[in-house]
């Protein structure tokens, strides 16, 4: 039986052992990657902060408020400069997560041209959740799953779930779905809320730009076409299928990917 909660952190859902999309994409390249994934240390990177910043700035604005500041303008060309920096780095220690003051007004021009989307900022802002966790099984596996947003029904009259994306250039988001597999995420994301509730919902992707057109930042609202969601429910049936084996039978001990050169141009 599905089920849902608003309780966790991002952090406290990782820690739930069910398998998710992020698994499913280590599964897809090698089965080994799933212990790598556990095991290895990462660093915190100024792309992951960005992004996990205009998430809580759309998404939950308070959280926004309470876990990110921006650094002041110092002037780094100076000692003075430097000096303050360190400072000021110093007095908030671990607290929150400094944005440079480039990077800050990136998030909240990303947020702001996002909101000025009618139709993304009435999904993002009315009635409903954001960052749900929910838990399920395909063919008793135990699974899970983190919408970005999960609209109230009674606003559009179905049911939705709104997934936040950055990305360079919002003109080649079709690129980024394909190497990143948000198709699977869309099936199986939607797989997950239709255990959850009984109800297929639409799955859109609210796509902002980095990078300014014409003085803005790009804001456009996606769906992907029908054979793209079937394809993407056939590849995580395929990675659920390698996991199952997996739980079953373990792993042969020495799990190597195989890799294909580029032909030559000679």
């Given at each position: 039986m599905a089920t849902k909660t608003n309780a966790l952190t991002n952090d406290e859902y990782r820690q739930v052992k069910a398998y998710s999309k992020s698994d499913l994409d280590n599964v897809n390249k090698s089965i080994a990657l799933l212990d790598w994934n556990k095991n290895v240390n990462r660093?915190?990177?100024?792309?992951?902060?960005?992004?996990?910043?205009?998430?809580?700035?759309?998404l939950e604005p308070d959280v926004f408020e309470k876990e990110y500041i921006k650094m002041p303008d110092f002037d780094l060309r100076t000692n003075a400069g430097k000096a303050s920096k360190e400072t000021f780095e110093a007095s908030i220690g671990d607290s929150k997560t400094i944005l440079t003051h480039d990077d800050y007004e990136l998030v909240i021009g990303m947020r702001d041209s996002a909101l000025s989307h009618p139709v993304i900022n009435k999904l993002l802002t009315s009635s409903g959740e954001s960052e749900v966790s929910i838990f399920f099984e395909i063919d008793g596996i135990k699974c899970k799953c983190r919408p970005d947003r999960i609209v109230d029904p009674k606003v559009f009259n179905q049911h939705i779930i709104v997934d936040v994306?950055?990305?360079?250039?919002?003109?080649?988001?079709?690129?980024?779905?394909r190497d990143y597999r948000y198709d699977v995420q869309d099936s199986f994301y939607s797989r997950g809320y239709e255990e959850l509730t009984g109800f297929k919902p639409r799955f859109l992707f609210a796509?902002?730009?980095?990078?300014k057109v014409f003085g803005s930042h790009q804001a456009r609202l996606f769906e992907l076409e029908p054979e793209d969601k079937a394809n993407g429910?056939?590849?995580?049936?395929?990675?659920?299928?390698?996991?199952k084996e997996f739980e079953e039978f373990g792993g042969g001990g020495l799990e190597v990917e195989m890799i294909k050169l580029p032909k030559r141009w000679n």
């Open positions: 660093e915190k990177s100024e792309v992951a902060d960005i992004g996990n910043a205009t998430h809580a700035a759309l994306k950055t990305c360079v250039d919002v003109s080649k988001f079709n690129f980024s779905a796509v902002i730009g980095k990078n429910e056939t590849q995580y049936m395929k990675n659920l299928e390698i996991v």
